[in-house]
């Protein structure tokens, strides 16, 4: 941004939001979470899936976390990653002891899952907990989801495969 005095110009830096894999990953109105830039990098984009940050679903004005297209898997899957707090994880927050803003979580969690199931969109939901503990489950997870194997599993089904016999007959 340029501030124009009497015959100066000066030049202040802009700041920027940090962007993960040089995409941009800020969402306008509710910010990015530091949860989901960790999800993308970690998992997503090693797994070099195509996706979109803060899909919107118009009908409803809600956003969902990411929104995966693949060819194998149909035309499109949306993930949400759910932080433990917030959204208050079944293993971790009682029903009772919810707070005011983890019961409109989620009430709106239930909207979003209602909307996806209308629409016939799977939707996956992945908890903080499993991402942080046990990633190797999330990213299995994926793997099935997304139709993508391991090259150990590959080379193993090639190996599997009969031999053509490429002799002539006479």
């Given at each position: 941004?340029?501030?124009?005095?009497?015959?100066?110009?000066?030049?202040?830096?802009?700041?920027?939001k940090?962007?993960?894999?040089?995409?941009?990953?800020?969402?306008?109105?509710?910010?990015?979470?530091?949860?989901?830039?960790?999800?993308?990098?970690?998992?997503?984009?090693?797994l070099?899936?195509?996706?979109?940050?803060?899909?919107?679903?118009e009908?409803?004005?809600?956003?969902?976390?990411?929104?995966?297209?693949?060819?194998?898997?149909?035309?499109?899957?949306?993930i949400?990653?759910?932080?433990?707090?917030?959204?208050?994880?079944?293993?971790?927050v009682?029903?009772?002891?919810?707070?005011?803003?983890?019961?409109?979580?989620?009430?709106?969690?239930?909207?979003?899952?209602?909307?996806a199931?209308?629409?016939?969109?799977?939707?996956?939901?992945?908890?903080?907990?499993?991402?942080?503990?046990?990633?190797?489950?999330?990213?299995?997870?994926?793997?099935?989801?997304?139709?993508?194997?391991?090259?150990?599993?590959?080379?193993?089904?090639?190996k599997?495969?009969?031999?053509?016999?490429k002799?002539?007959?006479i």
């Amino acid at each position: 941004m340029r501030q124009v005095t009497k015959n100066k110009t000066i030049s202040k830096p802009i700041k920027r939001k940090k962007t993960v894999s040089g995409r941009k990953r800020s969402h306008p109105e509710y910010g990015t979470s530091k949860l989901e830039e960790f999800f993308a990098e970690n998992f997503l984009d090693k797994l070099k899936l195509e996706y979109k940050y803060q899909y919107k679903a118009e009908d409803i004005g809600r956003y969902y976390d990411f929104a995966v297209f693949t060819k194998t898997a149909g035309s499109m899957i949306l993930i949400e990653v759910d932080g433990d707090f917030y959204h208050s994880n079944p293993n971790l927050v009682k029903e009772d002891k919810m707070n005011p803003m983890q019961k409109h979580n989620k009430r709106v969690d239930k909207i979003k899952d209602d909307w996806a199931a209308l629409h016939s969109i799977p939707l996956i939901r992945i908890w903080e907990e499993d991402i942080r503990k046990s990633p190797e489950k999330v990213m299995k997870l994926l793997k099935e989801r997304f139709y993508i194997e391991d090259d150990k599993a590959v080379k193993k089904t090639e190996k599997n495969k009969r031999h053509v016999n490429k002799l002539k007959k006479i």
